[in-house]
């Protein structure tokens, strides 16, 4: 999907979200919004554009919901790394 759709729509939730609470709720809304809406395949690009141009375009809310989905990413173990432990 072209980034700069994936902006616009993460700036837009954003604005959304952004009368709905303060600052960290507000984006902690924006990132589960994404989680739970957006395609696997859009994530994806959204956190590989994010660590390429730093969130570029994203207004200060979506950075900060986009940023919060890229430290769960980082933060959890890889598919099948917990059972590859177990065999021994």
């Known amino acids: 999907m072209n980034i700069d759709l994936l902006i616009k729509m993460a700036n837009e939730i954003g604005e ?12 902690r809304a924006v990132a589960n919004h994404l989680k739970r809406y ?20 994203l207004t200060e809310l979506a ?12 933060a959890r173990p890889p598919a099948g790394a917990a059972s590859q432990g177990a065999k021994t």
Do not use: C, D, H
């Open 16 to 27: 959304f979200f952004a009368g709905t609470a303060e600052a960290p709720e507000a984006a």
């Open 63 to 74: 950075r900060s919901a986009v940023a919060l989905m890229v430290a769960e990413s980082k």
């Open 38 to 57: 957006w395609e696997p395949r859009m994530r994806a690009q959204m956190i590989s554009y994010f660590e390429q141009r730093n969130g570029a375009g």
